[in-house]
């Protein structure tokens, strides 16, 4: 596609970023057979395609409309585009630069700056997300329905964290929101990795990834939340000797592996940056390269059928496919089979919030094809999702590696 970006932003490093990724679209369209909101809604500027048009106009100094504002906020970050596209095009790097000046150029009306900023403030802070959880619950009986089912009735509990006894360390990242929903599963990952031979650690006072502040509008404070980040892990790398970085959380994953490109010209951070992406791996991933060690300690016996939810930020935002299920089948799952498994749910970070009624149609089409094989159990991989389809699930829907500890004899 040719460009012609306009002089504000065509000699920065997202101007050239921008150009490079544009000039690859050759508009082709086959991007939107796989685009959930174009399938749901029908509208090509709620398709990639039509979304990359809205933004090279934007990029090219036309004038930004709420209009144009509107068909971005309904993208649900997925990147279900950018792996079926077979020209290359980074879908989801233009996005961020798309939305930055998007954010910019346009005024939000007041009740949805407020609705951002409180979401911004509360949901990176752990404590704080931790006490409105627990008011929540309080007012659980009294909030309708739609926003009681929301707030989960209880926290299983997490167990105990092995103590450290192996010569092999591995870093894990608590989050922000996962200790307080489901404190279980850096738990059951730090019993299973234990059984391997990896001794799992977290840093005190590490917190959110960054991804959420950075994906709905404030990404100067997103990028300060990934290099408070880098600060809270950086003395464990290098005193600690841990081998590698170990997620739970596939949309926190996607964004530690995306450190080294979003901190590449901030002199201080990039040379970390850069190591502690190449360090990271999803947990499926670990588990994977180490299966021969809890082969022999898995359970023999009935085959639990199980349906796989893989998150958007593990398929396409990481690029790990079949990974997660594969450990599952050797762990003796049944997997089911899940019609349309490159869709997305509709959690999206915070777009169940945001998008609540885009979010609920995708949700139920989701349950649907999950329940359609007819399983006793939902695994996934990333909290947000675990818990947006929890909301309305007949079935228990967990995280895989819970799932595959009560494997473990
Ligand atoms: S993003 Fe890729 S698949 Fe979509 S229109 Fe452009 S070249 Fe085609
Ligand atoms: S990221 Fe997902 S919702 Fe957004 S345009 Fe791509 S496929 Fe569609």
Redesign the pocket.
Same mark, same amino acid.
Request: charged share 15%.
């Given at each position: 596609m040719q460009t012609a970006l306009a002089d504000f932003i065509r000699d920065t490093p997202e101007g050239r970023e921008a150009d490079a990724i544009l000039r690859k679209c050759v508009h082709c369209g086959f &991007?939107t057979a /796989? &685009? +959930? /909101? @174009?399938l749901l809604l029908g509208d090509e500027n709620d =398709? +990639?395609r039509g #979304?990359i048009y809205l933004m090279k106009q934007a990029l090219e100094g036309q004038e930004i409309t709420d209009k144009t504002r509107l068909h971005l906020d309904r993208? !649900? /970050? *997925? #990147?279900? *585009?950018?792996t079926t596209c077979p020209s290359g095009v980074q @879908? =989801?790097r233009l !996005?961020d630069i798309g939305r930055k000046l998007v954010e910019e150029k346009t005024a939000r009306p007041a009740w949805e700056r407020v609705k951002r900023r409180a979401l911004a403030a509360v949901l990176p802070r752990r404590f704080l997300f931790a006490a409105l959880l627990a008011l929540g619950r309080l007012a659980r009986p009294f909030l309708p329905e739609r926003l009681a089912e929301k707030v989960p009735a209880s926290t299983p509990a997490a167990g105990a964290w092995p103590a450290l006894r192996h010569a092999r360390k591995m870093l894990a990242l608590a989050g922000c929101v996962q200790p307080a929903l489901s404190p279980g599963i850096n738990a059951a990952a730090a019993r299973v990795l234990d059984r391997i031979g990896i001794s799992l650690l977290e840093a005190k006072g590490a917190g959110c990834c960054g991804a959420l502040r950075f994906h709905i509008g404030y990404q100067k404070e997103g990028l300060a939340d990934m290099r408070a980040l880098i600060d809270r892990w950086w003395p464990m790398i290098e005193r600690c000797g841990v081998e590698g970085i170990v997620m739970t959380a596939s949309g926190c994953g996607a964004v530690v592996k995306e450190y080294a490109h979003l901190l590449s010209h901030d002199l201080a951070y990039a040379a970390k940056a850069e190591k502690i992406s190449a360090m990271t791996r999803d947990v499926c991933e670990v588990i994977d390269a180490e299966f021969g060690r809890i082969e022999p300690i898995l359970a023999k016996g009935e085959r639990v059928r199980l349906a796989f939810h893989p998150p958007c930020t593990l398929q396409h935002g990481q690029n790990i496919k079949g990974v997660t299920e594969s450990v599952l089948a050797r762990a003796g799952f049944e997997l089911t089979s899940v019609p349309d498994s490159h869709l *997305?749910c509709g959690s999206a970070g915070t777009y169940s919030i945001l998008q609540p009624e885009l979010a609920e149609r995708l949700k139920k089409n989701k349950l649907t094809a999950l329940a359609s094989g007819e399983p006793r159990l939902i695994a996934t991989a990333n909290v947000g999702c675990q818990m947006h389809l929890a909301a309305g699930a007949a079935l228990p829907v967990r995280h895989w590696i819970v799932a595959l500890e009560e494997r473990l004899s």
């Open positions: &991007c /796989t &685009c +959930p /909101t @174009y =398709g +990639p #979304r993208c !649900l /970050t *997925c #990147r279900a *585009c950018e @879908y =989801g !996005l *997305c």
